[in-house]
């Protein structure tokens, strides 16, 4: 288990702490865990390990909430985002195989190259793309696509505690013709069979605060629209800009962190 127990992190500290991730969620449109795990990580003393596993637990309320709100609107495509998940929850297998033979430092290397990948994008966002697209008919090469972006998808959010959204909301746009509402949705509907799955595999090895993971859940799940309100209010260029230098920063931190750590053992 992580060093110290879900008791020190007060249930007021998580549920602020998911509320700042839903609201960052909502406002930049990133996936929680790429908040969350660094402040588990770097503030709350989590190991990068249960931070991430962690991080999952909570993004399964958080995307079921954000899914439902999508799927009202007819923003999710069923039949594919089932496919997806077919590849996501074999995905999401993978990758707590791949965290369990990994070092605790070179998991936080992987996830802080991962920081670094979303702040760039965030500093030279693509725009236009997706909105007069015609959706990809079914056949055997697409949903053969769909399965290989779900374990994908699924690898890289039990590895890293992240939704995954990454890289399914690309793909969808790019490569199967959905609108970017219903990349976001349909990504949402896959999170949250594959996060859940991804929680409950990191459990079974200790990794896993699901005491934590669902103040945090609740947090996110009331931040999210929020974030989404203040969106519609305020500059989005340099707010993302703001953000990826905290991402950056925090990648600076944790490898700084991997490094000391290496030096003492």
Not at 15 to 23: D, K, N, R, Y
Not at 73 to 87: E, I, K, M
Request: aromatic share 6%; net charge positive.
């Amino acid at each position: 288990m992580r060093a110290g127990s879900t008791g020190e992190a007060s249930a007021f500290i998580l549920l602020t702490t998911g509320l700042v991730g839903g609201i960052l969620s909502g406002l930049l449109g990133v996936g929680g865990g790429i908040v969350l795990v660094p402040i588990l990580v770097l503030l709350l003393h989590y190991t990068q390990k249960n931070g991430q596993a962690t991080s999952l637990a909570a993004i399964t309320l958080t995307a079921l909430s954000g899914a439902v709100s999508y799927g009202t609107a007819g923003d999710v495509r069923l039949l594919p985002a089932a496919v997806v998940a077919v590849g996501g929850l074999a995905g999401a297998v993978i990758g707590v195989g791949l965290v369990r033979r990994l070092s605790e430092n070179q998991v936080r290397f992987v996830f802080a190259l991962l920081m670094v990948a979303v702040a760039v994008r965030l500093l030279w966002p693509t725009t236009g793309v997706g909105d007069t697209a015609e959706v990809a008919a079914l056949t055997p090469l697409v949903m053969g696509g769909y399965l290989l972006a779900g374990l994908s998808m699924g690898v890289l959010s039990a590895l890293l505690g992240v939704g995954g959204g990454a890289i399914l909301v690309p793909a969808f746009i790019l490569g199967f013709g959905m609108s970017p509402h219903e990349a976001q949705g349909t990504s949402l509907a896959v999170m949250v069979p594959v996060s859940l799955m991804g929680a409950w595999r990191n459990a079974r090895h200790g990794y896993t605060d699901w005491r934590g993971g669902a103040w945090l859940g609740v947090g996110g799940v009331a931040g999210a629209p929020l974030g989404a309100w203040l969106a519609l209010l305020l500059p989005a260029e340099w707010l993302s800009r703001i953000f990826a230098i905290f991402l950056l920063f925090s990648a600076v931190q944790l490898i700084r962190r991997a490094r000391a750590q290496r030096i003492a053992s």
